[in-house]
């Protein structure tokens, strides 16, 4: 799927969870907060694409991710490819293809996603609200990147990072500094696992078993049959899918603070009388 599909499915996944534990169990999120987590989902659902890379040094190429900070980000997606590449080399067995290009292997793993969410558990738990204020810098930034993608590309880097600046500064300002924000390696983990799901259903697949190695090979690409498989920018994923996590991303928002806003109404009205 492309950058924009990726980031929708991301938010709509965090915003109709969000809901679900609300609705369900009871666990309310102030909207900053759900704001602030439905940016970072979002943003990690493309956090696994940062291992398609261009070229440093022309800045050239690279995933739309990849270029969501201008070349620094480009030099960060060059270390994560030739790192997957590395971890892809390292432990392949004799019947996996060799390889020259490290997209879609180490970062498209369940245990990617989990060293990320815990990685950035670990951050923000450790050094507390100023870690949070850089990892929402970072991940609004791919977030904004993703959902944007044609304003991103005309507005240009260096407006994209003054934008994830604000969001940052935003949520500084408003959030309490006085706890771990677990829920964020959370979102992180839970974009990185519904942007492999995506992937699953285009074609090729994506290794998610890794390491479990079957038949032999230890990346075995897993993924719907090529023929049933979601064509890379077709109408299915630019019009169905793209509807579908919009409209869900829309309920969910609607079932989670529409009620509050009616019983405030509510109370008002009866207060008034
Ligand atoms: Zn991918």
């Known amino acids: 799927m492309m950058g924009p599909s990726h980031a929708l499915s991301g938010a709509a996944a965090w915003l109709a969870g ?70 892809y080399t390292a432990t392949k067995l004799k019947r996996d293809p060799r390889r020259s290009h490290g997209h879609r292997t180490f970062t498209h793993t369940l245990p990617f996603c989990a060293l990320v969410g815990w990685g950035t558990t670990a951050l923000a738990t450790n050094y507390g609200k100023w870690a ?84 032999r090979r230890m990346w075995r690409m897993i993924g719907i049959p090529n023929s049933m498989a979601v064509k890379v920018g077709g109408k299915v994923e630019t019009v169905v899918l793209r509807t579908t996590f919009t409209l869900i991303s829309l309920l969910s928002i609607a079932g989670l603070f529409v009620p509050g806003v009616l019983e405030r109404l509510n109370l008002d009205s009866w207060a008034s009388r």
């Open 132 to 215: 949070v204020v850089g990892i929402v810098f970072f991940m609004a930034g791919l977030a904004l990147r993703g959902l944007f993608d044609e304003w991103a590309e005309r507005a240009g880097w260096v407006i994209v990072t003054i934008c994830s600046g604000v969001i940052a500064w935003f949520t500084a300002v408003n959030l309490p500094g006085d706890r771990g924000y677990p829920l964020l390696g959370l979102a992180v983990g839970v974009g990185c696992i519904v942007h492999i799901l995506g992937d699953m259903i285009t074609k090729n697949g994506v290794p998610i078993l890794w390491p479990i190695p079957i038949k």
């Open 18 to 87: 969000s809901w679900a534990l609300d609705h369900f169990t009871g666990f309310s999120q102030t909207p900053l907060e759900v704001a602030v987590g439905t940016a970072v989902c979002a943003g990690g659902a493309l956090l696994p694409d940062l291992d398609l890379s261009g070229k440093v040094t022309t800045n050239q190429g690279g995933a739309t991710v990849a270029r969501t900070f201008g070349v620094a980000s480009l030099f960060v997606s060059e270390v994560v490819e030739k790192f997957s590449l590395g971890v």
